[in-house]
C-alpha cells in the first residue's frame, strides 16, 4: 500500500476518535444534571433516573459511531 494513503488512514482514524472525547464529557454532563435535579425534587427519582438512562444511551451511541468510523477508515 501507498505510504502516502496509509498515512491519510491512520490520521484520519485519530481525528474521528476526537468525537469520543466529546462523549466522555457529554455522559459527565448527563450524570451532574440527574444529581442536580434530584437534590431539587426527590419524588422524581424513577422518571428522572429513567430519562439519564436514555440521554446516556445517546450519548454513547455518538461515541460508538465516532468509533465504528474510525475502524473503518483505518481497515478498509
Same mark, same amino acid.
Given at each position: $500500500?501507498? *505510504? #502516502?494513503?496509509?498515512?491519510?488512514?491512520?490520521? %484520519?482514524?485519530? &481525528?474521528? #476518535?476526537? %468525537?469520543?472525547?466529546? =462523549?466522555?464529557?457529554? =455522559? +459527565? *454532563?448527563? /450524570?451532574?444534571? &440527574?444529581?442536580?435535579? @434530584?437534590?431539587?425534587?426527590?419524588?422524581?427519582?424513577?422518571?428522572?433516573?429513567? @430519562? #439519564? *438512562?436514555?440521554?446516556?444511551?445517546? !450519548?454513547?451511541? =455518538? +461515541?460508538?459511531?465516532?468509533? $465504528?468510523?474510525? /475502524?473503518? *477508515?483505518? /481497515? !478498509?
Amino acid at each position: $500500500m501507498n *505510504i #502516502t494513503l496509509q498515512s491519510a488512514k491512520i490520521i %484520519g482514524a485519530g &481525528l474521528a #476518535t476526537i %468525537g469520543l472525547a466529546g =462523549v466522555g464529557a457529554g =455522559v +459527565g *454532563i448527563v /450524570f451532574a444534571a &440527574l444529581v442536580n435535579a @434530584y437534590a431539587r425534587n426527590p419524588s422524581l427519582k424513577q422518571q428522572l433516573f429513567g @430519562y #439519564t *438512562i436514555l440521554g446516556f444511551a445517546l !450519548t454513547e451511541a =455518538v +461515541g460508538l459511531f465516532a468509533l $465504528m468510523m474510525a /475502524f473503518l *477508515i483505518l /481497515f !478498509t
